[in-house]
């Protein structure tokens, strides 16, 4: 839909809210980049479907996520037999039903019976394609975490890069000023010897040039206040930056960096892209329904038309 030659408003308010409908799915191109440039650089690329689900049996926010392709390293299906064992192992968890706060962060496992009933097929498969000691014992340890819902959160929060990044509470009252700050933990502090990351969270007063909704992160990390890493002190810094969908408040994309160093260093790039259905394009719907012609002018927000770039660059490289 072209509407380049159009003025759009909607209510300029300082929070967001979700508007997701249940049983409605969106499909989400996944990449991970680890140490980007460096010698051990590595890739992970993957795609996913979200939906969200009616509510549970006590009212909780419900998404069910779905691995819909293979997961690629480096461009190409894992090949080593430790990553290929993971990786065959792992297919357990999914489709994988989480419970969100009211903001939108990841809170808990929801289809932890599920993924008990399941183990027994994926067992099997794995048995039948893998032998020897190191099975044996992989097989044991998923077993053991398998049987504590808490255990597999735990697992989630410790390595999951696309749940810390997709599921962050985003939802909220952002300020008069359209400002707020939060302290975030990502998998790259594996020693969390941190408080995490002090974010200053900014919500676009205006939508960007194409007409979505922009949040910027910007992060510093907070060592803990311990004798023990006075001298060692860990250091990093993280960004991010959402696109929101003008009406839904759905996420469009999000490119996220984070650092870490102490004793050792590294970094993490995640980016997170829509993937439109039926060759349409990302803000085929971004046209506001809601009738605002009675709204004061102080209310309303003029929302610029869409660039003519190509869908990448619009998307990711704005």
């Known amino acids: 839909m072209d509407i380049s030659n159009k003025t759009i408003y909607y209510p300029g308010l300082n929070a967001l809210r979700l508007d997701w409908p249940a049983e409605l799915s969106v499909k989400y191109g ?6 980007e440039g460096e010698e051990d650089s590595n890739e992970v690329k993957y795609e996913v479907r979200i939906t969200r689900l009616k509510p549970g049996k006590d009212g909780e926010p419900l998404f069910q996520i779905e691995r819909i392709s293979d997961v690629f390293v480096n461009e190409i299906l894992p090949d080593l037999v430790a990553d290929r064992l993971a990786y065959a192992a792992g297919k357990v968890f999914y489709p994988l039903i989480i419970t969100v706060d009211q903001n939108g962060g990841f809170q808990s496992i929801y289809n932890h019976q599920e993924i008990l009933k399941r183990w027994q097929s994926v067992k099997k498969k794995v ?42 509470p985003v939802y909220k009252e952002y300020g008069q000023n359209h400002v707020t700050e939060s302290i975030y ?21 205006r939508s960007n040039s194409f007409g979505a909704i922009e949040l910027i992160h910007d992060g510093t990390i907070m060592p803990l206040e311990d004798e023990l890493y006075i001298t060692n002190r860990a250091t990093g810094s993280y960004e991010g930056y959402y696109l929101l969908h003008p009406k839904f408040k759905r996420i469009i994309s999000v490119v996220s960096d984070f650092s870490y ?58």
């Not at 085929?284 to 038309?305: A, Q, S």
């Open 127 to 168: 048995l039948d394609n893998f032998e020897g000691g190191l099975v044996e014992g992989y097989i044991e340890r998923m077993e053991k975490q398998l049987t504590n819902a808490d255990s597999i959160k735990l697992a989630f929060l410790n390595n999951d890069w696309f749940i810390h990044t997709f599921f962050k």
């Open 30 to 35: 996944v990449l991970i980049i680890f140490n």
């Open 261 to 318: 160093g102490a004793q050792e260093k590294a970094k993490v790039k995640v980016k997170i892209a829509l993937i439109p259905e039926n060759d349409q394009e990302f803000d085929h719907d971004f046209e506001l329904e809601t009738n605002v012609k009675g709204l004061p002018v102080t209310e309303m927000v003029v929302l610029d038309g869409p660039s003519k770039k190509g869908f990448w660059d619009r998307l990711l490289n704005n």
């Open 185 to 205: 933990k990502f998998p790259i502090a594996r020693g969390f010897n941190v408080e995490g990351y002090l974010t200053r969270e900014k919500l676009g007063a």
